[in-house]
């Protein structure tokens, strides 16, 4: 590293003790400026976007986290913002389309027991339908808000899906407790009010059932009693108090 890079990190590092930063945080900024300047070969000056994008691509050739590589991103941005300070670079050249987005975890499936434990809290015939529906038939909670009566093949107990997954119709099987299911709830109907969906909003009839209503319901019903564990599972936010118990 030549004198330039390593008098500017030095001079950063007493930065950040001044800013009464951690002895930790200075101790691992000042570890991943070493690492990246070993890498990169140009002058401070002349470090771009080039470099600092090729150095994520090298980080995640090594199967670097993206908690670590964000880190290690930081510790550059908050470099190059002192060196700008200092007018050591002419500009920062990390920008926030090289930091990793985190990616989410796949959801869980339930066992057997926990989906028991779930539908025992289901009271209402239309909200025991509707989570049937989407636990039998695979739907995303956007095809079941959307569903429609024209869309029930009753002979076949079929469900007609329009528009879903990768743009094309398809079909899905009910199983005969969703069919069951959905017969009870239609039997409670509100009719020409409901516009033709199967599933209606019972406060506000004439206004289909949107998608952040169902994801609340099931967000309900998970904290009634279902298991943390259930919650987590499910996808479903948990309150603080889960979280930090």
Not at 27 to 44: G, I, K, Q
Not at 75 to 88: E, G, I, R, S, Y
Not at 179 to 198: D, E, F, K, M, T
Not at 211 to 234: D, G
């Amino acid at each position: 590293m030549d004198d330039i890079r390593q008098t500017a990190i030095d001079q950063f590092q007493a930065y950040l003790a001044r800013r009464q930063f951690s002895a930790h945080t200075v101790a691992s900024y000042t570890s991943d400026l070493r690492l990246f300047f070993t890498e990169v070969a140009v002058p401070l000056g002349q470090v771009s976007f080039h470099e600092v994008d090729q150095f994520v691509e090298s980080q995640q050739q090594y199967s670097r986290s993206w908690a670590t590589i964000n880190r290690r991103l930081n510790a550059l941005k908050h470099f190059f913002d002192f060196c700008l300070d200092q007018q050591l670079v002419a500009g920062n050249p990390v920008k926030p389309s090289h930091f990793v987005r985190r990616g989410r975890p796949l959801p869980k499936a339930l066992s057997l027991e926990q989906v028991q434990r779930l539908f025992d809290q289901i009271d209402h015939p239309m909200d025991r339908a509707l989570f049937l529906v989407i636990l039998r038939c695979g739907l995303r909670v956007s095809e079941v808000a959307q569903l429609k009566l024209e869309q029930i093949d009753w002979e076949q107990q079929a469900l007609h899906i329009v528009q879903g997954k990768g743009r094309k119709d398809r079909r899905v099987y009910m199983s005969p407790d969703a069919v069951a299911s959905v017969q009870q709830c239609l039997a409670q109907h509100p009719g020409a009010r409901a516009q033709g969906y199967v599933f209606w909003n019972r406060k506000r009839a004439q206004q289909p059932l949107s998608v952040k209503a169902i994801q609340k319901k099931m967000e309900r019903y998970a904290r009634r009693r279902a298991s943390r564990r259930v919650a987590i599972a499910c996808g479903i936010p948990l309150p603080q108090t889960w979280v930090s118990a």
